[in-house]
């Protein structure tokens, strides 16, 4: 059974850094995109990036050259650097996984269909 476990949220200031990760279980697929969502307070969520089997990515306009999606295959763990954050990052963030890789990563939440519980991120003025 496939398990996502995010980890990394906390408080900090407007252009403070955080780093999230997701430690993927049981995950026994080779072609794959995984991704990082998020849900702002009043919002939907929203996809924030996305990364392939073979490491091609892809951000929302919002966190492009913020942001950085990455994963470590060998552990199974995503990650998502988040630098020079701002007060509408303030989000649930969660980890997605979509095991019917077709040779292209949405940021589309309905396209996902592993998620994990989510990890808050909340950026002060």
């Known amino acids: 059974q496939v398990q996502l476990v995010e980890s990394g949220g906390g408080s900090v200031q407007t252009g403070g850094s955080l780093r999230l990760s997701c430690a993927a279980s049981g995950w026994t697929y080779s072609n794959y995109c995984m991704g990082w969502f998020r849900q702002r307070p009043g919002k939907e969520r929203e996809g924030v990036a996305s990364i392939d089997s073979y490491g091609h990515t892809r951000y929302a306009d919002s966190v492009k050259g913020r942001f950085t999606i990455s994963n470590d295959n060998g552990q199974n763990t995503l990650y998502l650097q988040m630098d020079r954050l701002k007060p509408e990052d303030t989000a649930m963030y969660y980890c997605?996984?979509?095991?019917?890789?077709?040779?292209?990563?949405?940021?589309?939440?309905?396209?996902?269909?592993?998620w994990g519980q989510g990890t808050q991120v909340t950026v002060s003025s």
């Open positions: 997605a996984a979509d095991s019917g890789y077709s040779g292209y990563c949405s940021l589309l939440g309905a396209e996902y269909n592993y």
